[in-house]
């Protein structure tokens, strides 16, 4: 075993460590926007940490990304269910696509979309 392997194990596990108190906490809330990405960094450096021979290594990492899964389904703001792939979040996800597409498309400079200060301070108050 290579002492950097040793050392990634370590790194890793103190990972778990430090995470085990969200995942027990049953008021904590993480969003998902963290704990997925978090989640599928673990997992990618588990499979380059095992296509290295880093086998401890892998384990640490794929111990420190099941534990980020964990943590999506169980303490993100929207509960066990995961609702992440719902009809209607989709829906809303494709509706904020086609307007942010047709915003980029349009021949309006970005600067249009702002008041004046002038015109603005008139009808704040």
């Known amino acids: 075993m290579m002492w950097q392997d040793l050392v990634f194990m370590l790194g890793s596990g103190l990972s778990i460590v430090f995470l085990a108190p969200t995942l027990r906490d049953s008021s904590a809330r993480v969003p998902l926007g963290t704990s997925l990405p978090s989640m599928g960094i673990g997992f990618v450096y588990a499979t380059t940490f095992?296509?290295?021979?880093?086998?401890?290594?892998?384990?640490?990492?794929?111990?420190?990304?099941?534990?980020?899964?964990?943590?999506?389904?169980?303490?993100?703001?929207?509960?066990?269910?995961m609702k992440v792939l719902a009809r209607e979040n989709l829906a809303l996800f494709v509706s904020d696509l086609q307007y942010w597409l047709a915003r980029r498309r349009s021949d309006r400079s970005h600067v249009e979309q702002y008041v004046p200060l002038e015109q603005g301070h008139e009808q704040q108050y």
């Open 50 to 81: 095992f296509t290295l021979g880093m086998t401890f290594s892998a384990l640490g990492a794929f111990a420190a990304g099941t534990m980020w899964s964990l943590i999506a389904l169980f303490r993100s703001p929207q509960g066990v269910s």
